[in-house]
């Protein structure tokens, strides 16, 4: 079984805080992805990553940066959080081939206050 | 216009009940679809792919209609444990850009 794994179930941090959220998988896949879920506009994809130091942009990287210096490892990094950065947040892995799905971590469920 | 777009629902059926949803995708060129199922503060998991040729497994019956750019899901025989939010994802090139409904919210009521 793929075991996607994020540091945080739960994370309160404050305006301003530079913020990461870590991600490993363990099934050696190229891709991975981070997304955000808000009530009413689902998953919607920050930043992804197909290879060690390669990252793309998502539809919503504003105030969102990445790092995959591992391939098992792609964390997420709140540059100064802001409120609105209040969300759950998804990792997410995949193989490189294009019919194979993603499989997801546990969630992290961020508080800025 | 959204890129996957799904009846958000709620859906609310009694057990035994058959209940269809249906998800369409602006992108002709989309290549792989998969349906997730996720329940309340979980994480989406992977429900069943959707190939080309249609596919069942036990209740759940997935369909693929090109043509009209749409997908379905079937479920015969509604469970309680069958309540969640169901997930329409369509992976639209080679860089696995996955796109995601929504989501449709289904409850099952005894």
């Known amino acids: 079984d793929v075991k996607v794994t994020q540091s945080s179930r739960y994370l309160v941090k404050r305006t301003g805080e530079k913020v990461f959220l870590e991600c490993v998988q363990d099934?050696?896949?190229?891709?991975m992805f981070w997304y955000r879920q808000d009530p009413g506009l689902g998953l919607r994809l920050i930043y992804f990553?197909?290879?060690?130091?390669?990252?793309e942009k998502g539809d919503i990287p504003e105030g969102y940066s990445v790092s995959r210096e591992k391939k098992e490892r792609f964390s997420l990094i709140l540059e100064s959080a802001s409120t609105n950065q209040t969300s759950m947040y998804l990792c997410?892995?995949?193989?490189?081939?294009?019919?194979?799905?993603?499989?997801f971590g546990d969630g992290t469920r961020l508080s800025i206050l | 216009r959204k890129e996957v777009e799904q009846d958000p629902g709620p859906f609310n059926v009694p057990e035994g009940a058959t209940v269809a949803f249906n998800c369409t995708y602006s992108?002709?060129?989309?290549?792989?679809f998969f349906w997730y199922r996720q329940d309340c503060r979980k994480e989406p998991k992977l429900l069943m792919s959707?190939?080309?040729s249609g596919n069942e497994d036990g209740r759940f019956t997935a369909q693929l209609n090109r043509a009209s750019q749409y997908i379905s899901l079937l479920i015969r025989d509604s469970k309680l444990s069958d309540s969640a939010t169901y997930l329409c994802?369509?992976?639209?090139?080679?860089?696995?850009?996955?796109?995601f409904g929504a989501g449709t919210r289904l409850t099952v009521k005894p």
């Open positions: 992108n002709s060129a989309s290549q792989s």
């Open positions: 994802v369509v992976n639209e090139d080679n860089n696995n850009d996955m796109r």
């Open positions: 997410a892995s995949s193989s490189m081939w294009e019919d194979q799905p993603q499989h």
């Open positions: 099934m050696d896949h190229e891709n």
């Open positions: 990553s197909y290879d060690v130091k390669m990252k």
């Open positions: 959707v190939y080309s």
